[in-house]
């Protein structure tokens, strides 16, 4: 049998642990976590673990075990610390998802009782009140005064009027008034459930992972032709085919930069261990570098932009103005006008204005219980704002109410625009109205001279225009209590007037002219009013007053790629917007807190979320999270993304020219009487000492002079592109001559040769990482000449320790000749510094100009 349900008592107790049975939990659609074995095959996945893969089962094929050894190594520590980065962010996300409303009150069995918000259930009776998160949607069958804040849902910063029989959504918070809502949608039917399933879309692979995996299936094609031409030469010339097979081998594992995972892994997880310094988490190691490579920043106002608190700013009265100083609810600020600062009684006008202002108020500003903590704050942002501002005028919210008592009001409704008040004085009564300027401004409400009326209107419009938002204010005394049939809100005096912003976060102006010198274009996207982003856009240096603002509302598919700024845009609109951008060619970051936002932040390149103000469906959808909303936090990422891009290509650089003078070395060698150059043990010794700890190394250093004051790089330009292979070669060039001549040398002076081509080889491929560093008088980073000495230690113990030599077939040089081997290896150290003067580069220190970006 089915429990009758009414308005009046809810549902049963029975009916509602049937329905939470048959709906499920009133819970957010979420993915189910990531098994362990899914992440690493995630991680093997990538190219150039699959050529490093192929390498390995090469080496076991020529039965080479320390090389496959290394090799595996290097397979295993690089897919441990990509995993490791993603469950640890993982938690850290979930550790800050407290937006959902942890309880809810709800009538059932006719009583009041608060449950758990997961159990809340279709046709369920919820009680609201100030402060409330509203745990599902639901359509009124009670209200009074109800206004709630749907920011985080269509990111309009001002709060909704409610009325019975509208609705209200989940995840949305009453800041005054209260009501009584009978649900209708839970969870995934819900309007934030509706939005959170926008976000299920596979992922796509980031920028650095395409280039990545171009460079992968590059290297192997070129690597195995130029092996298997090795191959042929030396067949060719009689050598055995076993040990021809294995030096071919043995090329293919040289020539392919196998730390390259490495560095790629190390320097995303040294740029996500900085980050985390300044409380950004990074969800997806890769999602670091994209950073870097961002050509728009797309970003929301309320939340991100701005504090997310209303703030009065500006005061009028008939007799004189003055400014407010300060941010945020806490009372800290001043009054002034002009150079003067205020106190209660300097000017009567003022002080009587925001007297007014305070006790027409159902807002609730209180002291924090402990010093450091924040001032709590119930009810609508804009009372708050002006209760802060009395405060700052040094008016004593309780001391007016104790002085002139409420006896009587007349709630805000969005019909008459207004809110009313009557307050009992010694002798009589004091009526107080406060609203929109068009509901005060009028002769049905003032007394007041028509030409102070106008002025007053002009005042408003002007502000208005300016992206303020403006509230009149008027009183009259009366002997006589208004009674029922008398209406307050008639033959009111005109006390002034009091604009209030939402005010742009302190570190937002800095943030966006760094993001304009690194050459990133700025694309403001809100749900707000077209003069509230104008204003906010032109303040913060995105456009200039001339510049249009684009209202959402009309036609706007022209301009999806070329307007700056996008005012009442839906979430959809956002997401068309983002679709356009990113179709354009560009590399695209969405920053955003709101639920509405959660779509475009999972479609752009990289989604940025706020944590501590930010939405649950925000934080999920995105791949980088600011957990204290620090906007400039966003600077430092992309600097971090830049560094490690400019490391990636260093590598190559270095690895690649190595690889090449090996290859060249092999190639050559036969035709000016080295028959065999190296033996394939050697070429795997020389590549597990320059590619292993002195690659990785150059992960490491630190971001070059000037990084933030360069254009981003072309989000089509390959990661061998800007004159990269040009300077491989070159620098492969130089590599192979120091190497060859030192072999013709000791070949025609009856030196051991084949060991000193082994010493130069490696010993020039060393120098030439001394001469990537991107600051090479410094000591920035200690890891590389540490690893680039034990290098060199471990390549002369390969001619002079005896174990070592019977392995790689070497035999000991004279020290005079290895001197002169070594001095002529510092050729590598100055081809690298020299062709960076002669052909600077985007990744060169040479190119870039001092830059004050954080670090």
Known sequence: MIDTVTPETGLTSGEAAARLVRDGANLLPRRPPIPLWRRLFAQLRDPLIIVLQIAALLTVVTRDWTDMTVILLVIIVNTGVGVRQEVRADRAITALSQLAAPTARVVRDG????????????????????????????????????????????????????????????????????????????????????????????????PLQRRLADVGR?????????????????????????????????????????????????????????????????????????????????????????????????????????????????????????????????????????????????ARLLAPDSAGAPWVTLGDPTELALLSAAAKLGLDRHELQAEFPRIGE?????????????????????????????????????????????????????????GLRVLAVAQAESADEPGPGTDPERGLRLLGLIAIVDPPRTAAAETIAACRRAGIRLVLITGDHPGTARAIATELGIISGAEPVLDCREPIDAALTTGTVFARATQDQKLAIIAALRADGQVVAMNGDGVNDGPALRRADIGVAMGERGTEVARQAADLVLADDDLGTVVVAVAEGRRVYANIRRFLIYGLSGGVAEIAVMLVGPFLGLALPLLPAQILWINLLTHGLPGVALGGEPAAPGIMRRAPRPPTQSILGAGLWQRVLRVGFVLTAVTLGVGVWAERTDRPWQSLVFFALGATQLAAALGSRARHRSLANPLLLAAVAAALGLQLAGLYLPPLRELLGTHPPAVTDLLIVGALSTLGYAAVRLDRVLHPGPADPAAAHTDSVRS
């Open 111 to 206: 009583v009041q009782q608060q449950i758990p918000a997961a159990d809340v259930v279709v046709g369920d009776l919820l009680v609201l009140a100030e402060g409330d998160i509203v745990a599902a949607d639901a359509t009124l069958s009670e209200a009074a005064a109800l206004r709630v804040d749907e920011s985080a849902l269509t990111g309009e910063s001002v709060p909704v009027d409610k009325a019975v029989s509208g609705a209200v959504a989940s995840g949305t918070v009453v800041v005054k008034g209260h009501g009584r809502a009978v649900v209708t949608a839970i969870g995934a039917a819900g309007s934030t459930g509706r939005i959170a399933r926008l976000l299920d879309q596979g992922p796509s692979l980031t």
């Open 218 to 362: 590059l290297l192997a094609g070129v690597t195995v032709a130029l092996c298997a031409i090795v191959l042929a030469l030396g067949l060719f010339r009689g050598q055995p085919v076993q040990l021809m097979v294995i030096t071919a081998i043995s090329l293919v594992v040289a020539a392919v930069p196998e730390s390259l995972p490495a560095v790629v892994t190390l320097g995303l997880a040294l740029s996500a261990r900085r980050m985390a310094e300044h409380h950004a988490l990074v969800r997806k190691l890769h999602a670091v570098e994209t950073l870097g490579s961002v050509t728009v920043l797309a970003t929301d106002k309320t939340g991100t932009l701005t504090e997310g608190r209303m703030v009065a700013r500006e005061l009028w009265t008939p007799d004189a103005g003055a400014g407010i100083g300060g941010s945020g609810y806490a009372p800290v600020g001043s009054v002034r006008s002009g150079d003067r600062e205020l106190g209660r009684g300097d000017i009567p006008a003022i002080t009587e204005l925001l007297s007014a202002a305070a006790l027409c108020n159902d």
């Open 410 to 466: 007349r709630p805000f409704d969005s019909d008459r625009k207004r809110m009313t008040t009557i307050h009992a004085l010694p002798r009589g009564f004091l009526v107080i109205c406060k609203g929109a300027p068009e509901a005060i401004l009028n002769p049905a409400v003032l007394v007041d001279d028509p030409e102070l009326v106008a002025r007053a209107a002009a005042r408003a419009e002007s502000w208005a225009r300016a």
